[in-house]
């Protein structure tokens, strides 16, 4: 006899052998990718010394990490201009102040709704900015946009009565969003901050397109270098990696973040001594049992 939940039915002998037989097909289908693929680059010569050697090359060891460097260093200036731009922005939405808060939509629909290339390529060629102000120009509107949204939406998700506690405590708007409602927020708006911060720095490999020499820019260089063979393969499986690494560190540090919110020690329950007799109150009479 088999079990049951409130959602579905706890799968039998016969059910969990067939998803078994599901699981075990599965993980053959992926092999065999994983190995058509490795035979494919065998095969075309991608694991050849020709193709890896320029890897050796002190020249293009340091143009890797400039370019590195420079995607680290544009990710960092969009991170902390977008975090700003959302929260002003999302300010700007919870405002009571109409026009305010009407201005406020009207600029975060607008950059939520433009393409990051169309925005980095109309500052870079029509305002003829500087390739990195562009860039980090481009993304700091988008993803300030939002995380606009992403703030807004977490404020509006802390229970009302929050606010209304607060409210009735004669605190003011400004105190309820500081002591209140934001501290709340931001344990649920962390992963959906730190997701949009990943894609940052992905976009931040758009730079190449208007010569910023970022990471990418730098693969492009060496795989377009005729003397070296057109490594390009390799420079793809250098690269990928180490962007999914930095994804991944990011990731990372917002779990570790959570956690450490959740250990906080103003977080924690306060231990509460068991009831016993109270003090008496000044000029006060011992609690007396009614008469029968």
Not at 14 to 43: C, E, K, N, P, Q
Not at 187 to 215: C, H, N, W
Request: net charge positive; aromatic share 10%; charged share 15%.
């Amino acid at each position: 006899m088999t079990g049951a939940t409130a959602l579905y039915d706890v799968p039998g002998p016969r059910t969990r052998r067939r998803h078994g037989l599901y699981g075990v097909l599965s993980v053959l289908v992926i092999l065999a990718l994983v190995a058509w693929v490795l035979y494919l680059l065998f095969d075309t010569g991608q694991f050849t010394s020709t193709k890896w050697r320029p890897f050796a090359y002190k020249g293009i060891q340091e143009l890797l990490l400039r370019g590195l460097g420079n995607t680290l260093k544009a990710f960092a200036l969009a991170a902390v201009l977008s975090l700003a731009l959302g929260g002003l922005l999302a300010t700007g939405r919870l405002s009571d102040h109409r026009p305010v808060r009407w201005l406020s939509t009207l600029v975060v629909e607008f950059f939520r709704a433009m393409p990051v290339l169309v925005m980095i390529f109309f500052i870079f060629v029509a305002l003829k900015v500087q390739p990195l102000p562009a860039l980090v120009a481009g993304l700091t509107l988008y993803n300030g946009s939002v995380l606009a949204e992403v703030f807004r939406s977490g404020v509006h998700a802390v229970e009302r009565g929050q606010r209304e506690a607060a409210f009735a405590l004669g605190m003011r708007k400004t105190q309820v969003m500081s002591y209140v409602l934001v501290p709340q927020a931001v344990r649920a708006m962390l992963p959906a901050i730190i997701s949009q911060l990943v894609v940052a720095l992905k976009d931040t490999s758009l730079g190449f397109l208007i010569t910023y020499q970022e990471f990418l820019h730098a693969g492009k260089l060496i795989a377009s270098n005729l003397d070296y063979d057109l490594p390009f393969i390799p420079v793809v499986m250098v690269i990928s990696p180490i962007y999914i690494g930095m994804c991944m560190l990011l990731s990372w540090f917002a779990g570790w973040v959570s956690r450490r919110e959740q250990r906080s020690p103003k977080t924690e329950a306060v231990a509460v001594a068991t009831a016993g007799p109270g003090a008496l109150l000044p000029g006060g009479e011992p609690p007396m049992a009614p008469k029968p």
